[in-house]
Nanobody, 115 residues
Framework: QVQLVESGGGLVQAGGSLRLSCAASRSIFSFNAMGWYRQAPGKQRELVASITSGVNTNYADSVKGRFTISRDNAKNTVYLQLNSLKPEDTAVYYC?????????WGQGTQVTVSS
């Protein structure tokens, strides 16, 4: 079992930046991948970015060049740097940890971008 706690969300104007953090209750080194997902009202949850244990990264086309995912295994934390934010980035952002057999989700953090 692992608990994931997201933080760093908030209200920001278009063009602004935020940094989201996902703190795990135990080591994240053993997980195949850590990821950030988001869900806007009335829409399905979608992958924003992911990073493997080998630090390979993957991004949704809509955030490439604006968002950066990173991980600090020593701190059991994954980050998502959000730059050049747009109103369409408004959503609840969730952290996910996945191994071969299990997946874990955090409770989410709200990001609201005003125009």
């Amino acid at each position: 079992q692992v608990q994931l706690v997201e933080s760093g969300g908030g209200l920001v104007q278009a063009g602004g930046s935020l940094r989201l953090s996902c703190a795990a209750s135990r080591s994240i080194f053993s997980f195949n991948a850590m990821g950030w997902y988001r869900q806007a009202p009335g829409k399905q949850r979608e992958l924003v970015a992911s990073i493997t244990s080998g630090v390979n990264t993957n991004y949704a086309d809509s955030v490439k060049g604006r968002f950066t995912i990173s991980r600090d295994n020593a701190k059991n934390t994954v980050y998502l740097q959000l730059n050049s934010l747009k109103p369409e980035d408004t959503a609840v952002y969730y952290c996910r940890a996945s191994s071969t057999l299990f997946e874990y989700w955090g409770q989410g953090t709200q990001v609201t971008v005003s125009s």
